[in-house]
């Protein structure tokens, strides 16, 4: 019964080097012996105790990097009123789930995150914003007929760091939720692709907000910045649509454009 599994750190010790090249091969690279020794030490605490609070909030472990394949349905639609020139779009959606649960409501899919953030990820699951989350709940809902909503399947990202679930799941995390539900942060990213495909399709124009969003804020301080920023996550937010702003600084646009590159 995987219900009744159980995995001990030394389980984790003997698989650890094993799985090394696969997951994090950079370990194994000459001068990172500290940072090994610092990783094998933080997964023989934090892995056991991941499987012991799923079971002990009655979730059973169903699969580990799960890979889908899943179709999702655009519509592209022109400027004006006359809906006939719209345009159906199709785009297929792969990736892998970190691990798949179940408990007695519907499944649970978690994302294993590795970060030197406390804040980063339980901010994003407070505000509604855990994009990753709800793209994953979709991948087991949205398939072969089941019209399971989004907002049913718990979801959660695990800190291997700090050995801890950030969720809105009672069981898992103790975060309340100030932000929209899986269900409509999903309606709404699907809105935004479908508004930006559109500009493409029928404007030929390419908004390259992550470049816009640097020039506006690099001059600024923190808080400056950080207002400029959620001003225009807001903006998106209020006509129905999602804008991932919090990796902008991240995007390799700013070097494909020169903006960060060395042009010397």
């Given amino acids: 019964d995987r219900g009744d ?4 750190a030394a ?12 997951y994090a091969s950079e370990l194994a690279l000459p001068g990172k012996a500290r940072l090994h020794g610092q990783v094998r030490n933080e997964a023989l605490t934090a892995i056991p105790a991941m499987f012991t ?3 002990e909030a009655g979730m059973t472990v169903t699969g580990a ?10 519509m592209l639609r022109a400027p004006g009123d006359d809906r006939s020139k719209d345009l159906r779009h199709t785009v297929t959606i792969v990736g892998y789930r970190d691990l798949d649960a179940q408990d007695a409501t519907g499944p649970v899919v978690v994302d294993m995150k590795y970060s030197m953030s406390r804040r980063r990820f ?8 855990a994009l990753q989350l709800a793209t994953y709940a979709w991948s087991v809902t949205n398939g072969d007929g089941d019209t399971l909503p989004l907002a049913s399947v718990t979801s959660a990202y695990f800190e291997l760091k700090f050995a801890r679930f950030a969720s809105t799941d009672a069981r898992l995390s103790d975060i309340e939720s100030n932000g929209p539900d899986l269900g409509t942060l999903w309606e709404r990213a699907v809105a ?5 495909l ?12 992550a470049n816009s969003l640097i020039l506006r804020t690099r001059d600024e301080t923190d808080g400056g910045a950080k207002e400029i920023v959620e001003r225009v996550a807001g903006a998106a937010d209020m006509v129905g649509r999602f804008l991932p702003v919090e990796g902008y600084k991240y995007l390799d646009y700013g070097i494909i454009t020169g903006i960060e590159a060395d042009l010397s």
Avoid: C, N, W, Y
């Fill in 11 to 22: 389980t984790v010790d003997a698989l650890f080097d094993q799985l090394l090249p696969h």
């Fill in 198 to 209: 559109s500009q493409i399709a029928f404007e030929g124009l390419v908004r390259d907000e």
């Fill in 122 to 129: 339980p901010e994003l699951v407070a505000a509604g914003r």
């Fill in 5 to 8: 599994f159980e995995v001990t």
């Fill in 65 to 74: 990097e799960k890979g889908f394949e899943k179709d999702l349905e655009l």
């Fill in 192 to 196: 935004g692709i479908e508004h930006a």
């Fill in 53 to 55: 609070m799923l079971r």
